[in-house]
């Protein structure tokens, strides 16, 4: 009888030790942009205030693309509330550049610092117009039907919508309960509508206009290198997110504090 239960108890570690070397063995999911049939991919990278409280909490990205070795990302909630401007261009044909807003320089000098580790943030490329390495994602990007949009400014988009996190909502962001919507908000994007205005999307997911020194959501969009991160756990799968880190850290986003700076 003892012999059978010493058995059994090597059968079962070998069973598990097999489990662990294959888990070991497989490789991770590559990055990839949007895909009709495999829809998106999520990923994990770097760390928000999320909670109330301010715990912070790893970011849940949306890959809407890959393209020569750069994948672009963007978040798949609100994840801040922010003043686009505290005054209002006033001149209907000299409109504010975004690079020049107050919104660019906090999504840079303080949102970008918050969310990504010194490491993390040398895996990022600038993106182009003065954007910096985090912005507020452009129409024309939300638009795009390469990225799983529908296309139309004006459309009912599910892909476009998005819900704000409890810090965001902490920090003044309003839910805009829509019908058959649930609890959406609005957030911004980089282009100019008119004095004092810029396009944002609705809660719906159609393209609107609202004034530039009311609060709105944040939901940000990032380059980031393939070359200079790796994958360390996960699927793609919302369930299941790839958890990205920089290469040589000794710690994923997330897992402990010797991640952060």
Same mark, same amino acid.
């Given at each position: 009888m003892q012999m059978i239960k010493r058995i059994v108890a090597l059968l079962t570690l070998l069973v598990l030790l097999s489990g662990c070397l294959s888990a070991l063995g497989q490789e991770q999911?590559? #990055?990839r942009g949007y895909d009709k049939k495999l829809r998106y991919q999520y990923v994990l990278f770097g760390m928000y205030p999320t909670q109330k409280d301010g715990t912070r909490e790893p970011v #849940?990205?949306?890959?809407l693309g890959v393209q020569d070795g750069i994948a672009f990302l963007m978040t798949e909630h609100i994840i801040d509330c922010l003043v686009y401007n505290p005054w209002a261009d006033t001149d209907r044909y000299t409109p504010f550049l975004y690079a020049d807003t107050m919104i660019r320089q906090t999504c840079n000098e303080q949102c970008a610092l918050e969310l990504f580790n010194e490491a993390e943030r040398?895996?990022? #490329?600038?993106?182009?117009d003065g954007r910096g390495l985090l912005s507020v994602p452009s129409v024309d990007e939300l638009? !795009?039907?390469?990225?799983?949009? #529908?296309?139309g400014k004006y459309t009912v988009d599910a892909r476009r919508q998005a819900v704000g996190t409890p810090y965001a909502h902490e920090r003044g962001l309003k839910k805009h309960p829509v019908k058959g919507y649930g609890n959406r908000s609005w957030y911004w994007t980089t282009e100019w509508r008119r004095? &004092?205005?810029?396009?944002?999307? &609705?809660? !719906?997911?159609?393209i609107s206009v609202q004034t530039i020194t009311n609060p709105g959501g944040l939901r940000a969009v990032c380059y980031a290198r393939v070359s200079m991160i790796t994958t360390v756990s996960g699927n793609g799968t919302m369930e299941a997110p790839l958890l990205l880190a920089a290469r040589g850290r000794s710690l994923p986003p997330g897992t402990g504090e010797g991640n952060r700076e």
């Open positions: 999911p590559e #990055l #849940l990205w949306r890959v040398a895996c990022l #490329l600038e993106m182009s638009l !795009n039907k390469a990225y799983g949009f #529908l296309g004095a &004092g205005a810029r396009w944002i999307v &609705g809660s !719906n997911g159609h």
